[in-house]
């Protein structure tokens, strides 16, 4: 048995809530998060039917990718299947967790497994956000330099990138004068000190900067610790939105969009642009990814594949790429095997199982 906090904090971890978008809601939406469970439902949408076979088969956690619960709740009378479903969820003790746009925006997360479907290679962010990084700049003796890079590498500081540890260290000297109230580490009171201190520098993650400060702080030997903190324009290559990869070899728009079908188990895909034309670089976005369109144009796409279309936005390449729109639950199916990958690697002895409910709410004739 495993409390439902250690399986969620181990998603959260991964794909941090601070990547979802502003409109979404993710994380643990019903139930105890000390509640200990033995076994786990997997699912795109969290359905009264889903709901049933959670409780059938006897898993205390259902983990979806929609959120069930996206505006606030005023009551739970039963009147909506929302409401249903929660206080089913509530009366048999069972937790619905969410992990949507967090998951969507992260490079090893949903287009990653939609792009491999594929076969695409070097894939790349189509766009990759800014604004979520931060670089820390502190000040210490030379012998409590590796314990204080040691801290705030443990707390998430110097990842860049595939590589991790990284800092840049700079040989310089300080000074500072320790007035009557102080406690100084090294210097004395009333006198003007000189320190050989090295400057030591890390990009961070944004949401992590709280605990990266604290850890620092209580490392550092000095009573009072100097440290900067600048804002950054870099773009975080490993966070965003879509993905962008090329074909191992160039095929024609109409046989790649065959293999599409095929591959995906597609009912049906809605494009426009020249069947004949050429594709080896293709863009795409799982769920509804229109917003991307211009995006893929100046990445110099071949192909965009995405969902929720709209009649308009067929228009907007004017013939230069191939846009299709290949269904939102259809590409977004994958994010029940990446998330069952994730947990039976790390619980491996704990019951994953995935929804055998085709939850898609869209049917076709």
Avoid: W
């Avoid at 030379?142 to 590498?153: G, L, N, S, T």
């Avoid at 040989?171 to 109230?181: K, S, V």
């Avoid at 390449?317 to 990446?338: C, N, T, W």
Wanted: hydrophobic content about 40%.
């Amino acid at each position: 048995m495993i409390q439902v906090k250690t399986i969620t904090a181990l998603l959260d971890q991964k794909f941090p809530h601070a990547y979802q978008e502003s409109y979404d809601n993710c994380g643990l939406l019903v139930g105890d998060p000390d509640q200990e469970t033995d076994k786990i439902l997997i699912c795109v949408d969290v359905t009264e039917d889903v709901m049933e076979e959670a409780i059938a088969e006897g898993c205390g956690l259902v983990v979806s990718h929609h959120p069930l619960i996206f505006g606030g709740l005023k009551k739970i009378t039963g009147q909506t299947y929302v409401e249903r479903i929660v206080r089913t969820a509530l009366v048999h003790k069972v937790a619905i967790y969410a992990i949507h746009t967090n998951l969507d925006n992260h490079i090893s997360g949903l287009n990653q497994i939609l792009a491999g479907k594929l076969g695409l290679q070097d894939l790349q962010i189509l766009s990759p956000k800014n604004e979520t990084l931060r670089k820390l700049i502190t000040f210490c003796p030379p012998d409590h330099a590796e314990k204080v890079r040691e801290a705030i590498f443990t707390a998430g500081a110097g990842h860049i990138g595939d590589y991790d540890s990284c800092s840049y260290n700079t040989l310089g000297e300080g000074t500072f004068r320790a007035l009557d109230n102080a406690n100084p580490f090294v210097g004395n009171k009333n006198e003007l000190h000189f320190e050989k201190e090295i400057k030591i520098e890390a990009i961070y993650p944004v949401y992590l900067e709280k605990k990266i400060i604290s850890k620092m702080i209580e490392a550092h030997p000095y009573e009072e610790v100097a440290y900067d903190i600048l804002l950054l324009g870099n773009v975080n290559t490993h966070i965003g939105s879509g993905m962008l990869g090329t074909l191992k070899e160039t095929t024609t728009a109409s046989d790649f969009l065959m293999q599409v079908k095929n591959r995906l188990g597609l009912p049906i895909v809605r494009f426009s642009g020249n069947a004949g034309s050429t594709i080896q670089k293709v863009a795409l976005c799982g769920g509804s990814g229109s917003f991307l369109l211009k995006d893929a144009m100046k990445a110099g796409a071949d192909a965009f594949l995405t969902a929720d279309l709209k009649y308009h936005d067929y228009f907007v390449p004017e013939g230069k790429m191939v846009l299709a729109d290949i269904g939102h639950y259809e590409s977004e199916q994958f994010s029940k095997e990446l998330i069952a990958e994730i947990l039976k690697k790390n619980f491996p002895n704990f019951a994953v199982l995935k929804t055998r409910v085709n939850t898609n709410p869209v049917k076709y004739l």
